[in-house]
Every structure is written in C-alpha cells, then in structure tokens.
T-cell receptor
Framework: AQSVTQLDSHVSVSEGTPVLLRCNYS??????LFWYVQHPNKGLQLLLK??????LVKGINGFEAEFKKSETSFHLTKPSAHMSDAAEYFC?????????FGTGTSLTVIP | ETGVTQTPRHLVMGMTNKKSLKCEQH?????MYWYKQSAKKPLELMFV???????ENNSVPSRFSPECPNSSHLFLHLHTLQPEDSALYLC????????????FGSGTRLTVV
C-alpha cells in the first residue's frame, strides 16, 4: 500500500536559518515524488518533483529535496528561510494514475 | 496564474440552494480533478476525469455532481449541501497519468449556512 508521512505538522524557523521539512513514503514500485506549497487562500503550487532521474532535485524559490531510497525519504530543504516561505507544504507520492498526499506541514518563519 | 482558473473564488450558499463551481484550463491537459480540502484533514480526491470520461468516484455523496463537457472545462454541481461540506474545493489538471504532477487552481472557498 502506498502512503505518505509528513513527520512534522508544524515547523518554526527564524528568518535566514535553514529549513527542513520531512517526508517518508511507502511504495511498492519506483514512485514519482513531489512537493507542493500552498499559501493562505491559494491553490497548491508545484515546488519540485523527482521522477527517477537525479536523486537531488532542485525546485523553485531555492528549495531542494533528496530522494533516498534506502530511507524511503524525500525531505525538503532550503538553506535560508525567507518570510515569504511561510505556507503549508505537502509531500505527494504518485504511482500509476494515483496521487497520495501527506497531511501537510505548516511552516512559520519568525522575523 | 497557474493556467487553471476556478470561479467563483468564494461562495456562500444555503442548504437548499443549487450552485455550480467552474474550472477551466487551457494547458492542453487531458485529465481534470476535483479535490476537497477541509481544515486539519488530508486532501480528498472527489472526482477524476481522464479524456473526458469519469474514472473514479470515491464514494462522494450524490449532492455533489461533476460534469466535464470537454477537456478544458470541469464543473461541480452542488445541491442540498450540509454545513460539513464547507471547505476549499480545488480543481487540478494534468496530462494523462501523474508523471508530470498536477497544476492546481486557486480554489473555491465554499461556506454552507
């Protein structure tokens, strides 16, 4: 069975410090993995995706994620948080025609 | 703008009303989706249309009725809703299959009173 676990429902960081949002997945096959961001009262925007090419994936707004098959993880990182990064982040696994969403991590950036 | 446009952005309706949500995309995608996003709950897939045919229903109550007249337009018809149906309704589109990910609209914030 496929599932996605976002290990933290809330993360707070100070502006200028690194961001780490954790995601673990379970999948029977080689999955495609995505991170989406949702700002208040907005839809979900694709940050980055992994589709069996390079394991380190670079996305928009300075975000990166590394696919680690041995750890079944796809953690999202950013070296230096900006106030505009405050939002909800969703890790997503896809297999075939199905998308499986994590429950989201709310990121707060403290000035 | 993402290329997926949802209207209206906000909707307040009584439990006896009938209303429709609209979604439009001109990205050349062949699959469209309705999702429900409630506070503190995971996104719920409601309906999938692939090549204009419904492929999944997920046991959504019949008070929600989707319509996909062509590959660019998707509607969600609402009637006799309940207060617990208040949520953000998100439309998404993609090429057929999930390899490329979804493009989401900004959503319709629905409040049922």
């Amino acid at each position: 069975a496929q599932s996605v676990t976002q290990l933290d429902s809330h993360v707070s960081v100070s502006e200028g410090t690194p961001v780490l949002l954790r995601c673990n997945y379970s999948s029977s096959y080689s999955p495609s993995l995505f991170w989406y961001v949702q700002h208040p009262n907005k839809g979900l925007q694709l940050l980055l995706k992994y589709t069996s090419a390079a394991t380190l994936v670079k996305g928009i707004n300075g975000f990166e994620a590394e696919f680690k098959k041995s750890e079944t993880s796809f953690h999202l990182t950013k070296p230096s948080a900006h106030m505009s990064d405050a939002a909800e982040y969703f890790c997503v696994v896809s297999e075939g025609n199905q998308f499986y969403f994590g429950t989201g991590t709310s990121l707060t950036v403290i000035p | 703008e993402t290329g997926v446009t949802q209207t209206p952005r906000h909707l307040v309706m009584g439990m006896t009303n009938k209303k429709s949500l609209k979604c439009e995309q001109h990205l050349g995608h062949n699959a469209m989706y309705w999702y429900k996003q409630s506070a503190k709950k995971p996104l719920e897939l409601m309906f999938v249309y692939s090549l204009e045919e419904r492929v999944e229903n997920n046991s959504v109550p019949s008070r929600f009725s989707p319509e996909c007249p062509n590959s660019s337009h998707l509607f969600l018809h609402l009637h006799t809703l309940q207060p617990e149906d208040s949520a953000l309704y998100l439309c998404a589109s993609s090429p057929v299959g999930t390899y490329y990910g979804y493009t989401f609209g900004s959503g319709t914030r629905l409040t049922v009173v």
